[in-house]
């Protein structure tokens, strides 16, 4: 039976069947019933490997963390999601450097992570848990930006336009030049126009 643990570019998570590609983590933010209770348990949102080592983890198990699913790392991202910096360390180590490149390294006592994290949290989401979105025209987004037309989720990639869904992507026409409503945060966004590329399951 599907648990409520796939994740959406909007951050939300939906109970679907579809297996994603990484797995994530906001903290413990199930009850001993596997009953989603937040959105989030701390600032620090990763986006893990499904498989370390030999570890081995009961799905929803009872104080321990929940086991988000995303289909790729651009999905990931647009949530709000980083790479974790143990099991998927090579990528967290490109995305560190093009953070520090684009926004700076932290001042006074705040680890790089915690800066980035901080930074993330404000971006991606509001006190009242509500998704951080901005406006911008979709030909003016660099690739690997999510954003919301017709209400649904389209991707910006490698000149065209796709839309999202849990299983994969299809083609999608976003030619007018009407602004839109971008799910990617904006800090990653520009570390996409620096020339940082996602990864995309295709």
């Given at each position: 039976m599907p648990l409520q643990?796939?994740?959406?570019?909007?951050?939300?998570?939906?109970?679907?069947?579809?297996?994603?590609t990484l797995m994530g983590n906001r903290g413990i933010i199930h009850d001993a019933d596997g009953r989603i209770l937040k959105t989030h348990a701390h600032q620090n949102w990763?986006?893990?490997a499904l498989h370390y080592k030999d570890r081995k983890q009961v799905l929803m198990a009872p104080g321990r963390y929940t086991q988000l699913f995303f289909l790729d790392e651009v999905t990931a991202l647009a949530a709000g999601h980083r790479p974790c910096a143990t099991c998927r360390r090579d990528r967290y180590r490109s995305f560190v450097e093009a953070w520090c490149k684009v926004h700076g390294?932290?001042?006074g006592r705040r680890s790089v992570p915690q800066s980035i994290d901080k930074m993330l949290h404000a971006a991606r989401i509001s006190r009242n848990g509500?998704?951080?979105?901005?406006?911008?025209?979709?030909?003016?987004?660099p690739d690997g930006t999510i954003f919301i037309l017709d209400e649904a989720p389209i991707?910006?990639?490698?000149?065209?336009?796709?839309?999202w869904s849990f299983s994969g992507y299809e083609h999608a026409e976003a030619t007018h030049s009407d602004d839109v409503r971008v799910l990617t945060p904006q800090p990653l966004v520009d570390l996409y126009a620096a020339g940082w590329t996602p990864e995309v399951q295709m």
């Open positions: 643990n796939r994740v959406a570019p909007t951050g939300e998570l939906h109970t679907v069947s579809a297996r994603g990763v986006t893990c390294r932290p001042e509500e998704k951080i979105t901005f406006q911008s025209k979709p030909t003016e987004l991707l910006r990639w490698k000149g065209s336009f796709l839309r």
